[in-house]
């Protein structure tokens, strides 16, 4: 029996959508991050096939890397540093 190639790809999307997930909660969107580590869950715990892959690689696509950029700052980084002059 062949092994299915989505099976391959999957551990590795899954991670790239939770690096995503880390990135959206740093940038203040704790709600939004939670809402997509969710459907990743609910993706990666079904069958390992081409559907999951096509819907772990959408959820990539739906909330690309840039726009984290432009994100508000997260509240350590706004509070600055405190001198001790």
């Not at 940038?27 to 096939?49: H, K, M, P, Q, T």
């Not at 999951?52 to 959408?58: D, G, I, N, S, Y």
């Amino acid at each position: 029996m062949e092994p299915n190639p989505a099976s391959e790809d999957l551990p590795a999307l899954y991670r790239a959508v939770l690096d995503r997930v880390a990135e959206i909660a740093a940038g203040g969107r704790r709600s939004l991050a939670n809402e997509v580590r969710a459907e990743a869950i609910r993706i990666y715990s079904r069958a390992w096939d081409d559907r999951a892959r096509r819907e772990l690689v959408t959820l990539l696509r739906r909330y690309p890397g840039d726009d984290v950029e432009s994100q508000p700052a997260r509240r350590e980084a706004r509070r600055g540093t405190i001198s001790a002059t």
